[in-house]
């Protein structure tokens, strides 16, 4: 099992960036496939941006492509979401995920753990 501890959230303004981390304690970090959902007021929750074990092969959402970025410190047991270029539709709860066994880097029911979340709120 891994608990997942989001930080990094909070109040910008359009056009800004910001840096998500998400720390993972328990198990060994780089076994697991890690992704980045969010989840807005009335929406359901939707994916973001996954990352393999190793941070070689990397997946984002069409509206993210370009502005955002997911890696990971397996060293630090960390995975992060740099974002930039952020719009007042980025705005959400943000959460970290883990997989155990890969089988969809997409769908939320694919992944095992979740984070609490951290709220993002880009203002126009």
């Known amino acids: 099992q891994v608990q997942l501890v989001e930080s990094g959230g909070g109040l910008v303004q359009a056009g800004d960036s910001l840096r998500l981390s998400c720390a993972a304690s328990?198990?060994?970090?780089?076994?697991?496939?890690m992704g980045w959902f969010r989840q807005a007021p009335g929406k359901e929750r939707e994916f973001v941006a996954a990352?393999?074990?190793?941070?070689?092969?990397?997946n984002y959402a069409d509206s993210v492509k370009g502005r955002f970025i997911i890696f990971r410190e397996n060293a630090k047991d960390t995975v992060y979401l740099q974002m930039s270029g952020l719009k007042p539709e980025d705005t959400a709860v943000y959460y970290c995920?883990?997989?155990?066994?890969?089988?969809?880097?997409?769908?939320?029911?694919?992944?095992?753990?979740w984070g609490q979340g951290t709220q993002v709120t880009v203002s126009s």
């Open positions: 995920a883990a997989q155990s066994y890969y089988s969809s880097s997409a769908s939320a029911s694919a992944y095992d753990y």
């Open positions: 328990g198990r060994t970090f780089s076994r697991y496939y």
């Open positions: 990352v393999n074990w190793s941070g070689r092969s990397t």
